[in-house]
């Protein structure tokens, strides 16, 4: 029974993704169960096009800036939360926890434009703010690995532990915090560029013609060919799943690597 | 370096609980081992002098110095984490070392000292394995040496061998006092369990409500326990009570004991306490301190048995140890009676 509804959902997962694989290589498809013919000739346009070509910067620049701020912001949100909460309960700890369900990307999106379509604060369009607004949607997510992971190891009884040898508080962050939170950070960082990567609802409302990130510009693709669509969409699914490869490639390594296994 | 607490008091925010009062002088070198109850305060005691938990009143005062407004890196205490706590990304020995590195010791410097650790403790071929992959002994060991590496004023042991089987827990109880003396450390050893209290302490300070009961040596606490908790907390003991009916006689309602009463008046009620090892099965005719009576409930424990002597007339069983179970009397030599005050 298990194993029959695991196989069906297998095959709702997947049968899309295959479909797409077969559509990006055949030559025409309208109106039968299978493409005929068998040709590159989609991707080629696909890079070819300087739209597209444009977009694929773009959408990695977005991830590759939302990646280094929330580095640079989640740390230091994550370990003040996880102290806090001890000091003072978790409401805060909870709020960032449900902001990713509280808060869908449409809303951010349109709170954004009423805001920054100001004559005040006139940035709409502009990449700064596609950036901004991709890092904020992503870091609750990055904060929470975080947090799981700080709770998970008990740092803070390393950190007290490393207090009575004389370490200073700074000392401890950067020689004890730092190190052990390695893992979750870089995996939480894999998410974050995936995440961004595939996101369409904030881009599409935050863009310029300028600026629009792939998945934005993949919708065009579907008022055109039905291979060039799937190719576009293979593009993107392979800059999505190489992330999340990357990401358990770098757990595995990790573990292996803390349990003395060759690597 | 003596550690001396001074009427130290600590409340929880928001709670009931903490330290009351609580005055304990560690002389330099003495290990004194903290006993208590769960919710005693006993940990909390160790926070305040690690620095860890602040905001007491009282005094704390190491080696002469007041350790109220000092964070807890200047203290230059170490301490054993019942968790042992030790830093998952280092191996064993940058873990020893990790104390002496912050202090800002060169590289060359820091590693002689933590081999040197290393070899107290037995471990000398651990030196580059992670502490992950180390047993809870050996975790244990390694957790010692680092607090001792860096020469501290004062060692804080928090139920060091709690984590630990039973197998190995006695070994290192003497590993660890063996290498106290031999560093000469003034020790502060936190623990519920009263074997390790006993065997390892100069003297055994006895905590229950934030208060401390009694601070004595070992000896001292078992045989002459400052009141029923103690008593009751240190060692399996019949707890009854009584009232002294003449000089040198309590009436316990079932029988007319003799014990030395003291300076205490007739009338007065008292609590009498025997240890199970003291209670003497099928005694000559004319002992003194002879009950009559039936066995009941008798537990095997290997070197010795472990019974309950019902005396006629008693409404509690007397708890007896010894090789060979009591028939039908016990009895319970005067001077090993010990009365406890109200």
């Known amino acids: ?263 | 370096m003596s550690l001396v607490l001074s009427e130290v008091s600590y409340r929880y925010p928001g709670t009931t609980q903490g330290l009351r009062g609580v005055s304990i002088d560690v002389k330099s070198g003495e290990l004194v081992a903290v006993m208590g109850p769960s919710g005693s305060g006993k940990s909390t005691l160790l926070k305040l002098v690690s620095g860890l938990t602040t905001g007491h009143t009282g005094r704390i005062i190491l080696g002469g110095v007041d350790l109220a407004h000092k964070p807890v890196h200047q203290r230059n205490i170490g301490m054993v984490f019942q968790s042992y706590a030790l830093f998952p990304h280092l191996t064993v020995l940058q873990n020893i070392g990790y104390g002496l590195k912050v202090r800002g010791l060169a590289t060359r410097e820091w590693q002689r000292k933590a081999h040197a650790l290393l070899d107290t403790v037995d471990m000398a071929e651990f030196a580059d394995r992670p502490v992950t992959q180390l047993s809870g002994g050996q975790q244990q060991r390694v957790a010692l040496a680092r607090a001792l590496a860096i020469d501290p004023k004062a060692l804080l042991l928090d139920e060091p061998l709690a984590a630990l089987d039973a197998t190995i827990r006695g070994h290192l109880r003497d590993q660890i006092r063996q290498i106290q003396r031999r560093f000469k450390a003034t020790t502060l050893l936190v623990t519920h369990d009263q074997e390790e209290a006993l065997t390892m302490a100069d003297r055994v300070a006895v905590l229950k409500d934030g208060m401390l009961l009694q601070l004595a040596t070992p000896k001292d606490i078992y045989n002459k326990p400052a009141c029923k908790a103690v008593a009751e907390f240190v060692g399996l003991s019949t707890v009854l009570p009584a009232t002294v009916v003449a000089q040198d006689r309590i009436d316990t309602g079932f029988a007319v004991l003799t014990t030395p009463t003291g300076t205490r008046s007739v009338g007065t009620s008292v609590f009498a306490l025997i240890r199970p090892e003291h209670v003497e099965a099928d005694p000559p005719l004319g002992t003194p301190n002879t009950m009559q009576g039936t066995t009941g409930t008798q537990r095997y424990l290997g070197a010795s048995l472990r019974y309950d002597f019902h005396a006629e007339g008693a409404s509690q069983p007397l708890t007896a140890q010894a090789r060979a179970v009591a028939v039908k009397a016990v009895a319970v030599a005067p001077d090993h009676v010990c009365l406890l005050d109200f």
Request: aromatic content about 8%; charged content about 10%.
């Open chain 1, 1 to 263: 029974m298990v194993r029959g509804v695991s196989l069906v959902y297998t095959a709702y997962l997947l049968l899309p993704i295959a479909l797409l694989l077969i559509g990006s290589v055949g030559q025409s498809w309208t109106n039968s169960l299978m493409p005929s013919g068998l040709t590159a000739r989609w991707y080629m346009d696909i890079w070819q096009d300087p739209s597209f070509r444009k977009a694929f910067v773009s959408s990695l620049l977005v991830a590759l800036s939302a990646c280094v701020i929330n580095a640079l912001l989640a740390v230091p949100l994550a370990y003040s939360l996880y102290h806090g909460a001890q000091n003072n309960g978790s409401a805060a700890a909870r709020l960032v926890s449900a902001m990713p369900v509280a808060v869908p990307a449409v809303t951010l999106g349109f709170g954004y434009m009423i805001v920054f379509n100001s004559d005040a604060l006139p940035w709409l369009g502009s990449m700064p703010l596609l950036i901004a607004a991709h890092a904020m949607l992503t870091l609750p997510y990055l904060t929470l690995a975080l947090l799981a992971d700080l709770r998970h190891q008990q740092l803070d009884k390393l950190e007290a532990a490393a207090a009575t040898l004389g370490a200073t508080p700074r000392q401890q962050f950067i020689g004890i915090v730092l190190p052990n939170l390695r893992q979750s950070l870089i995996s939480g960082l894999v998410m974050v560029a995936a995440i961004s990567v595939g996101e369409f609802n904030l881009s599409n409302l935050l863009t310029s013609f300028q600026n629009r990130t792939y998945p934005v510009v993949l919708l065009q693709a579907f008022y055109g060919a039905t291979g060039f669509a799937c190719a576009a969409t293979v593009v993107l699914l392979l800059l999505a799943s190489t992330s999340a490869f990357l990401s358990s490639a770098l757990l595995l390594h990790n573990k292996r690597e803390k349990l003395g296994l060759p690597v």
